[in-house]
C-alpha cells in the first residue's frame, strides 16, 4: 500500500518536525514558510530535512554547518526504518546529488562527507587515567582484570558472565575490531545500559560504535577502545561525560570504566569495556 511522502525536518537539538507544519515557523519565529523555510534552515541553521516516500528516501544537508544533534537524530531515524534507496543531496558551494542503493551505503557516504571530532564537543568529555592498584580488592573491576590476567587473552562469555551480568550488573558493551579496515563494531552490549542496549539491539547488524544517538560520543569511545587493541594493554580511567541522545536533554554521566583486550575467533580482536557509576567522580570541580 502506498503511503503519502513524509516530509521531516531534524532540528539543531534533535528534535523531529513536520516540514509543511506551521509548527516549524512559528517555533523559529520566522516568516518563511514551507520549501523556502526548510531550504534555510538546511543551509544556515545546521537542520536536517529528508522526505520517506515508502522506502525511498531524500536527504538534504549542509556537511560544513550541520548540528551533531541533528546528524545523531538522522542516523538514528535511518537506522529505524526500511530503506529502499537514498538520495543523498549536500550543499557546498552548490548542490550535489546523490543515489545510494542501501541504508549502509548513506550512512557510509554521510560518515566520509562529516567530520565530527572531540573538538567540537570540547568540555563534553573529560576523562583521567587511573592505577590499577586504585581498585579495591572488592570492586567488580578488580575481579574482571583479575579474570583476563588468568585468561591468557582469550574471551569466554560463560566464564565471564557471572560477573558481567551479576557483579556488573551487565553495564559492559564487547567490540570487535574489523580486519580490513579501521572500524570497530558492536558485538555485544548488556542491558544495563539501556539507551545504547536498545539501539544496538535493534541495529545490530551494522551498528559500528561510532554510530551512536550521540555520533561525537561515539567518535570519542571509540578512540580508548583502539588504544587498548593497538598497546593490547588494559586501561583504567574514570569519566565525567555530557552526552546527548537526539530528543532527550544533555545528561551528565560519572563512572569508571575498565576496558581490556582479548583475542576473538580466529584472527579477530575484540574489547570488553565494563563500568561501574559512580556520582562522585567529578572531573569538572575546579581546583580550591
Known amino acids: 500500500m502506498l503511503q ?25 519565529q520566522a516568516s518563511l514558510r514551507g520549501d523556502a523555510l526548510v531550504d534555510y534552515v538546511v543551509r544556515n541553521l545546521g537542520f536536517v530535512a529528508l522526505c520517506d516516500h515508502n522506502g525511498s528516501i531524500s536527504v538534504r544537508l549542509r556537511p560544513k554547518v550541520v548540528s551533531q544533534m541533528a546528524f545523531g537524530a538522522l542516523l538514528y531515524w535511518l537506522h529505524d ?21 542501501s541504508r549502509e551505503a548513506a550512512v557510509q557516504r554521510l560518515m566520509c562527507a562529516i567530520k565530527f571530532n572531540a573538538d567540537d564537543r ?43 551480568d551479576v557483579a556488573l550488573d551487565r553495564r559492559f558493551v564487547l567490540v570487535e575490531g574489523a580486519q580490513r579496515s579501521n572500524s570497530l563494531f558492536f558485538k555485544d552490549v548488556g542491558e ?5 542496549a536498545e539501539f544496538w539491539l535493534a541495529h545490530k547488524t551494522v551498528l559500528r560504535v561510532e554510530d551512536q544517538p550521540d555520533y561525537a560520543y561515539g567518535k570519542w569511545v571509540s578512540g580508548i577502545y583502539r588504544e587498548v587493541l593497538e598497546t593490547g594493554k588494559p586501561s583504567l580511567e574514570e569519566i565525567d561525560a555530557v552526552i546527548t541522545w537526539p530528543e532527550n536533554q544533555r545528561r551528565s554521566y560519572r563512572y569508571r570504566r575498565l576496558v581490556v583486550p582479548f583475542k576473538g575467533e580466529g584472527d579477530s580482536t575484540l574489547v570488553l569495556s565494563a563500568t561501574i557509576v559512580d556520582p562522585d567522580v567529578n572531573l569538572r570541580r575546579k581546583p580550591s
Do not use: C
Open 4 to 28: 503519502t511522502p513524509q516530509d521531516i525536518v531534524f532540528d539543531d537539538l534533535g528534535e523531529m518536525w513536520d516540514a509543511k507544519s506551521p509548527a516549524l515557523a512559528e517555533s523559529l
Open 122 to 164: 570540547e568540555g563534553d568529555f573529560l576523562s583521567r587515567t587511573r592505577p590499577f592498584d586504585a581498585l579495591p580488592p572488592s570492586s567488580p573491576l578488580r575481579a574482571l582484570l583479575n579474570a583476563w590476567s588468568e585468561s591468557g587473552g582469550k574471551y569466554d562469555r560463560e566464564r565471564l558472565s557471572p560477573l558481567l
Open 192 to 196: 544495563g545500559l539501556a539507551t545504547l
Open 81 to 101: 526504518r526500511p530503506v529502499r534507496r537514498v538520495l543523498l543531496s549536500l550543499q557546498a558551494t552548490g548542490w550535489s546529488h546523490e543515489l545510494l542503493p
